[in-house]
């Protein structure tokens, strides 16, 4: 069965601190992977996604993930971080079939002091 | 496109009470999913229809949840009766088949007293 595991919880960081979150995901197939992002009391959005090519997708606000097929992980990254990202991270895995659901990991809650 | 369209925002209802959530899916996406988040057990995929039907609900806690999609721009999800545990916020997403964009509402933060 699919699934997704996020392994830190809750992230502190200073502004200017760099980031990184981790992802691995359990997928017997090909995936499509997704980083979300839930900023306090909004829905989710998307940060970016993976779905082939470049192992090394840049979303919006400054973030990046790379996909590392031989570690089933897809870290997210940002260099240098703001207060205004702090937020909830999910990261999440689809297969490639038309009707495959998207599964979530339990997410990082991410606090950044200015 | 207004995106994709949940009612209530928020509900607050008593234990026992009957309630139910809406969603309107964006206009040509035909994929339609129930999420679940809370703070114990993060988001859960409670059901998803594609082009009105049931695929899976694999994900429904139990019977008292029941979801309907009547037609292709409407969905409904129920809980009766409703229990505190009940207590979450309910985001519905939708998509194309054979897409991958999804796109989520605002949710519904419900909580039964």
């Known amino acids: 069965a699919q699934s997704v595991s996020q392994h830190n919880h809750h992230v502190i960081l200073s502004e200017a601190a760099s980031l990184e979150l981790g992802c691995n995901y359990s997928?017997?197939?090909?995936?499509?992977l997704f980083w979300y992002v839930q900023y306090p009391g909004q829905h989710l959005q998307l940060l970016l996604k993976y779905f082939s090519g470049d192992p090394l997708v840049k979303g919006i606000k400054g973030f990046e993930a790379e996909f590392i097929k031989s570690k089933f992980s897809f870290n997210l990254r940002k260099p240098s971080v703001q207060w205004s990202d702090t937020a909830e991270y999910f990261c999440a895995v689809t297969g490639s079939g038309g009707y495959n659901k998207l599964i979530f990991g339990a997410g990082t809650r991410l606090a950044v002091h200015p | 496109d207004a995106g994709v369209i949940q009612s209530p925002r928020h509900e607050v209802t008593e234990m026992g009470q009957e309630v139910t959530l809406r969603c309107k899916p964006i206009?040509?996406?035909?994929?339609l999913f129930w999420y679940r988040q809370t703070m114990m057990r993060g988001l859960e995929l409670l059901i998803y229809f594609n082009n009105n039907v049931p695929i899976d609900d694999s994900g429904m806690p139990e019977d008292r949840f029941s979801a309907k999609m009547p037609n292709a721009s409407f969905s409904t999800l129920k809980i009766q009766p409703s229990e505190p545990r009940d207590s979450a916020v309910y985001f519905c997403?939708?998509?194309?088949?054979?897409?991958?964009?999804?796109?989520f509402g605002s949710g519904t933060r419900l909580t039964v007293v």
């Open positions: 206009s040509g996406h035909n994929s």
């Open positions: 997928y017997g197939g090909t995936v499509n």
């Open positions: 997403a939708s998509k194309q088949t054979g897409a991958f964009s999804y796109t």
